[in-house]
């Protein structure tokens, strides 16, 4: 009987440190001494990497911003600073802090609640400027630690490939390039003892001796994760569960495990579905069908698709890279197929060798069929839309799955493509042949070499206002009024040639350059995504009337005065007829 838990392993019956056999008895493993210093070790190289990366940020955070992506990352720190109030006791998931007085859905944007809370007492005392560059580097080290002790301790891989398949998990292309303000993208530190959750579930319904208590605690531990995950990004939960759901059913047809066996892992299952409803019952009522709810995503996924020759580019952000890459993507923080061309030939030739490997076969099946779908309805080469239509296709118009950006799909192919090149790493190591003992890892370390990442760049930030700064504002409104900058910001590039819009856009509405899924911060609160009203433009939808209480002044940078009387260019509006 073959088990339903993946290991880095060819034989029939794979048993790596800490599963048990066959007969439910302990396998009989020698007992390795205790490498702690190893780990700290590895850990800390990690963290220095994400530090070095983000070095620009570190000498003021609130005089420093990521040049590629400022909007969001001002849009970030608002959220953080919101989810101080977590601990006040003032926090709802529908605030009326933005697009006032009608409130924005928290859950319909891209919030990262949970680590806002977490980390509400640095931002309390330092600024949300500081807790999101610190959120910047800790979710790259994190998820790549996170990673590493998933494949050395659970999957039992050497420390040294381990090391080298988590340093891809957190500093991929693609997970570099989203650290340009996508914290909701790259905290995925959690995904891994997911997945253990999934490893310990399967082994334990392989074990005839395994109490049901077992399958219980593991399946509650596991729906527990889930739910604090979204809080922190669904999208990233969603792209999880999709990829696991592709890799286990070819796991699953490769390895035929007994009926009672699936049995077990899928009461397991069921126990971690029921978990997660009971705690994200009201969560998602609110998301999806509270107030300011957006049913479907607001982006159009022909827009948003990866470019079929991205993935032998390599990223700008990369030792290899060079800005001219960066036309195959929509923006700086989209980089999520530059695997570049050593890797996706190394890739497909490490699956064509490892083909009798269950794990390796799975995890390259669902990195082929998560590229797949990042290519989006309709495949583009090289910059250019062709007619052959893309398999994204059959998720389109999905409730809830449309909601995702196609291109993404690309980041859940990252964890995928470094477990295959563990069990490459693995295998070579236990081969007799002194060529593969060899080859193998310097045909890895030349394919990753190319991609190691760069610094983030980073600009001043630009300087407050006077007139908000000094509290000048105060001057012009009152209690329920608002003040609306002027000129209004429009889009840097309102469209995107060749690009086909989604049936549901109207004739003539721009299209914005930011990619992420909610208004930058740059933009007036009533242009919120998350808060538009139906039947309007998705991206920029006309500013609603102002209530009968409410007076909106005008407020142009240029005419700003310090003098002590009111103004004379706050001239309110007369407020709006009954």
């Not at 420390?159 to 914290?183: D, E």
């Not at 969603?238 to 390895?255: D, E």
């Not at 062709?386 to 990252?414: C, E, K, Q, S, W």
């Amino acid at each position: 009987m073959t088990s339903t838990a993946p290991a880095l392993t060819t034989t029939a019956e794979p048993v790596v440190p800490g599963q048990r056999g066959a007969s439910g008895a302990p396998a009989p493993v020698s007992a390795p001494r205790r490498r702690w210093p190893l780990d700290v070790l590895a850990c800390a190289g990690f963290l220095a990497l994400a530090g070095w990366l983000t070095l620009g940020l570190w000498p003021d955070p609130d005089t420093r911003t990521l040049a590629l992506n400022p909007p969001d990352q001002i849009l970030y720190e608002w959220f953080l600073a919101h989810d101080t109030m977590l601990w006040s006791g003032d926090f709802s998931l529908v605030s009326d802090r933005l697009n006032a007085p009608y409130g924005v859905n928290l859950l319909a944007n891209t919030t990262v609640i949970l680590l806002g809370g977490l980390f509400a007492p640095v931002t309390l005392a330092y600024g949300a400027a500081t807790t999101f560059s610190l959120l910047v580097a800790l979710n790259l080290a994190g998820t790549a630690i996170a990673w590493y002790f998933l494949l050395h301790r659970t999957l039992g891989a050497h420390r040294i490939a381990a090391a080298v398949g988590a340093a891809f998990c957190g500093f991929a292309p693609g997970m570099v390039s989203q650290s340009n303000s996508h914290l909701h993208m790259t905290a995925q530190w959690l995904i891994p003892p997911m997945l253990w959750c999934v490893v310990a579930l399967a082994r334990a319904a392989r074990s005839e001796q395994t109490h049901p208590r077992r399958l219980l605690l593991l399946g509650a531990l596991f729906g527990l994760l889930v739910s604090l995950q979204v809080f922190i990004g669904e999208e990233t939960l969603f792209l999880t569960a999709l990829t696991l759901a592709v890799v286990t059913v070819v796991y699953v047809a490769l390895t035929r495990p007994a009926r009672l066996v699936l049995a077990r892992f899928a009461a397991g299952l069921f126990v971690a579905v029921g978990t997660a409803v009971v705690l994200l019952a009201y969560p998602l009522w609110v998301q999806f069908k509270g107030p300011q709810s957006v049913a479907d995503g607001v982006f159009s996924p022909f827009y948003f698709s990866a470019d079929l020759a991205s993935f032998t580019a390599f990223s700008p952000l990369t030792l290899a890279g060079d800005e001219s890459a960066a036309r195959l993507t929509t923006g700086p923080a989209e980089y999520n197929t530059f695997l570049g061309w050593p890797l996706v030939l190394l890739s497909l030739g490490l699956l064509v060798w490892l083909r009798r490997n269950p794990l390796a076969v799975a995890v390259g099946v669902g990195a082929l069929a998560m590229s797949a779908l990042a290519l989006g309805p309709q495949i583009m080469l090289d910059g250019r839309r062709t007619p052959l239509p893309g398999p994204y296709r059959l998720l389109m118009h999905v409730p809830v799955v449309d909601g995702a950006l196609p291109m993404r799909f690309a980041l859940a192919a990252i964890p995928l493509v470094a477990v295959l090149l563990v069990v490459a790493l693995t295998e070579a190591a236990r081969s007799a042949r002194r060529p593969l003992r060899i080859g193998v890892p310097v045909l890895v370390g030349a394919a990753l070499l190319p991609l190691f990442p760069t610094p983030l760049p980073t600009a001043d930030r630009p300087a407050v206002p006077a007139f908000f700064a000094d509290g000048l504002w105060r001057r012009c409104a009152g209690d329920g009024d608002v003040i609306m900058t002027v000129p209004l910001p429009t889009p840097e590039k309102p469209c995107r040639c060749g690009t086909r819009p989604r049936r549901r856009r109207r004739s003539g509405c721009p299209r914005a350059s930011s990619s992420a899924r909610t208004a930058p911060a740059a933009r007036p609160p009533w242009a919120s995504a998350a808060a538009r009203p139906r039947g309007s433009c998705p991206r920029w939808p006309a500013p609603a009337p102002c209530p009968r209480s409410t007076t909106t002044t005008a407020w142009t940078p240029a005419r700003t005065s310090p003098s002590g009387t009111r103004p004379a260019w706050c001239s309110p509006r007369t407020p709006a007829p009954r």
